[in-house]
């Protein structure tokens, strides 16, 4: 007889540590005390708290039609708005893309739902998703509602570069313990320890794929861009890495997660996509066909407004000119605060993991009770895999030099 109201696969979901409500715990405490420091939101904020709005975003939305605004959004999107996000996330490489590469574009939820889709539709259940030991703890929630597990690498060598070797020895190891290669990378910009894999480190990886791609393995990269367009390098640089995609064995299929949270500042609309990229015409039609169905099935199509917005600031080229102006003002802020706290750490002896952009630095340390010990100072930050997580997206500059140094004190 059943004795739980949980079905038996539900017994164990528990969220240990909520980003989300953490960020809550620390906005509370910030409004007894006014020397809170809280830099665990992974939203983009102006210097005087308040988050950073994009005026595009802003009148594209106040000028949506009704249908615009209150329909249904047709399960794959508008094509304007598929192809719209093509050119913006390949950029120089989307014309050519066109033509090598057979493609096609799912809608989501956010970046997450993109993930979370991904996880399901292209893995057995209990198979694993290969990826780097330090990731965006979400992942594991991801898995698990997909009845997939994950298996690691080491992310960093002795020198904190990528660690190639790991990564090759793990995914040779797992392709041939299970049939399959599912590698998910949040590249560039990874949250949490901003690092950038060099076009060489990508090249590696991609001839890897190769490699077990010729052993008749089923292979699929997770390509996590969320934070691409807050590399510290141009945005037209940033998208170098698909030059390797070039090299692709014809039946490896690429998803690229976008994620309008962050490139729009579009956090709560809900707004992402899984992009499918493949040489092979026949993976691009399961890629469409199991990803319409899972958008049906499991999350229902994607917020209206927010499709439409990004839509309008794709098709009109005074609307994106304008947005990409802004976009420089967003880095610009990341930059001069990023540019500040490692300043500050190399004058107070504090190890970061190397920084090259996006909305996190992260400092390695053994403290088990870090994040408490913080908290008692009135700082929030996000404890993760041997790391704290320092969300640079949400501090002033004014905090910058404090903050350094009672992370210092606790590391
Ligand atoms: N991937 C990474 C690494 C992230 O940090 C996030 C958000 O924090 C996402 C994907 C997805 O975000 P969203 O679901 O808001 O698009």
Redo the contacts with the bound molecule.
């Keep these: 007889m059943q004795t739980s109201i949980l079905g038996k696969h539900a017994q164990h979901k528990k969220l240990e540590f909520n980003i989300l409500q953490i960020s809550q715990d620390a906005k509370a405490l910030k409004k007894k005390y006014n020397d809170v420091i809280d830099a665990t939101v992974?939203m983009l904020h102006h210097e005087e708290g308040n988050v950073f709005k994009f005026q595009t975003v802003e009148d594209a939305l106040y000028h949506l039609s009704d249908s615009e605004t209150y329909h249904y959004a047709p399960v794959r999107g508008t094509e304007k708005f598929r192809e719209g996000l093509f050119d913006w996330v390949f950029g120089k490489y989307a014309e050519d893309f066109r033509k090598i590469f057979k493609y096609s574009i799912i809608p989501t939820t956010?970046?997450?739902?993109a993930?979370s889709n991904t996880f399901y539709n292209f893995n057995d259940f209990d198979q694993k998703v290969l990826l780097p030991n330090i990731f965006?703890s979400p992942y594991t929630n991801f898995a698990l509602e997909a009845n997939i597990k994950l298996k690691t690498f080491k992310m960093y060598d002795d020198e904190y570069k990528f660690n190639l070797k790991d990564f090759k020895k793990e995914a040779f190891k797992l392709a041939e313990e299970q049939g399959r290669l599912c590698l998910l990378l949040?590249d560039p910009c990874n949250?949490p320890t901003g690092l950038c894999m060099t076009l060489d480190e990508w090249r590696e990886v991609i001839k890897t794929l190769n490699e077990i791609n010729n052993t008749g393995v089923p292979v699929v990269l997770i390509h996590?861009i969320?934070y691409i367009d807050y590399q510290l390098i141009s945005t037209e640089l940033s998208r170098d890495t698909f030059s390797t995609y070039y090299d692709l064995n014809d039946e490896i299929l690429v998803v690229v997660?976008f994620?309008?949270?962050?490139t729009f500042s579009m956090?709560g609309f809900r707004v992402?996509a899984q992009i499918g990229l493949s040489k092979s015409q026949k993976i691009i039609d399961d890629f469409t066909r199991v990803g319409d169905y899972s958008v049906r099935g499991r999350f229902s199509s994607v917020s209206q407004p927010g499709i439409n917005v990004i839509e309008h600031i794709f098709t009109s080229p005074e609307n994106k000119r304008k947005f990409k102006e802004e976009l420089k003002i967003g880095r610009k802020l990341l930059k001069d605060r990023a540019t500040l706290f490692i300043e500050a750490a190399r004058k107070n002896d504090l190890v970061t993991y190397p920084y090259c952009g996006g909305f996190f630095i992260s400092i390695p340390t053994k403290n088990k009770n870090i994040f408490k010990d913080l908290v008692d100072e009135h700082v929030f930050i996000i404890p993760m895999q041997g790391l704290i997580r320092v969300a640079i997206s949400s501090l002033p500059l004014k905090d910058i030099p404090d903050l350094v140094k009672k992370i210092k004190k606790h590391i």
């Design positions: 992974g956010g970046g997450s739902a993930i965006w949040n949250n996590d969320a997660i994620s309008g949270s962050k956090y992402g």
